[in-house]
């Protein structure tokens, strides 16, 4: 089969070789996918680089996290998914980019019949992240002011929704004005040039010095300390995302004071489910797969209520990922890009 392999680390189009590699086989819990469409997810340029320390494995490997296709082989245990028309993560989260894919049954979901292959394919990723920093993680209310930063990308397009559909007052940031006017049309009741303005200050000034409830944090870094200026007391700070620069995942810098004294929270998110998570102790807590269903319940629900869509910013050939991350790392691309296989 057919696969974007990185062979070495550089931007995307150094990165990056179209290959022929075996087909992957499904083990227990796992199903295979054939490849219908892929989602980009701005992990994959960290991982381009070699920057990206979460999913690291020895080179060559096929990149990718996202696939949406038709489960046509399954490992022992999974056997009900076959056939069926799903979006999953690729077991350990690369791997998506290829005609084949195998993925744990844990991080797959039946794709909803309403939606197109490449809607169907924006759907699931974005959703789920942003659903589990908003709600399960940040707590987020009717009523409260959420803060999205990257507002116009996959995962920030996906909370702006979210954060709209349940009746909070949204405030997004994001980096150019035909970026701000997507927001707006995503749900945003203001958007702010994180890029031009000083949106700390903006938040104060729009909040008439409440500040907001929850933050949505795509971006890291200066980002997460801008925003502490802007945090209501009790509000929480969600660290969803790095896409400001990898790094700081693993930097220091988070001075206890700015959090102390302003009686705000910050904590961590990350979107992954299992059948049988690990005990607490191994670096890594996943949520249940009971989790990952009811999150689907939910945004199936306001999906058929008309509340939210899925963001299909571009779509495009399976020939064309080098190129089309690097639409991605020169920071041009809205919602979700999705490539045809
Ligand atoms: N916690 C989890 O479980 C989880 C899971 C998956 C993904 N994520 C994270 O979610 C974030 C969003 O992912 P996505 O795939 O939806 O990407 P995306 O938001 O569609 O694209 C990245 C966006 O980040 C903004 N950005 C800010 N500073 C940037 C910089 N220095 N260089 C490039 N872009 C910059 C850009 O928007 P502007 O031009 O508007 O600034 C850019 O369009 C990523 O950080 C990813 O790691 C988290």
Known sequence: MKAWRVVRHGNPSTALEWLDVEPPEPGPGQIRVRTVATALNYNEVDGCYGRYRTVDPPLPYTLGMEVLGHVEATGPGCETWQGRRVAATASGAFGAHAELVVGDAAMAF????????????????????????????????????????????????????????????????????????????????????????????????????????????????????????????????????????????????????????????????????????LPVGHGVNVWPRSTGDAVQRHLLEWLDAGLIRPVVGRVASSSDLPVELERMEARETVGRTILEW
């Open 110 to 277: 039946e794709s909803p019949e309403g939606l197109s292959d490449p809607q169907a394919a924006a759907f699931f990723f974005p959703f789920h992240v942003a659903h589990v920093s908003l709600f399960e993680r940040g707590h987020l209310q009717a009523g409260e002011t959420l803060l999205v930063h990257a507002g116009a990308g996959g995962v920030g397009s996906a909370a702006i929704q979210l954060g709209a559909a349940c009746g909070a007052r949204v405030i997004a940031t994001a980096g150019s004005p035909h970026k701000l006017d997507a927001c707006r049309e995503f749900g945003a009741d203001i958007a702010i040039d994180y890029r031009t303005e000083d949106f700390a200050q903006r938040v104060v000034d729009e909040t008439q010095g409440r500040g907001v409830d929850v933050v949505c944090d795509l971006v890291g870094g200066t980002v997460t300390q801008q925003s502490f200026r802007c945090l209501a007391p009790g509000g929480r700070l969600m660290m969803t995302g790095f896409s400001g620069g990898i790094e700081a995942e693993d930097e220091g810098g988070l001075l206890p004071r700015p959090i102390i004294f302003g009686n705000f929270s910050v904590g961590g998110v990350l979107m992954a489910y299992a059948d049988k998570p």
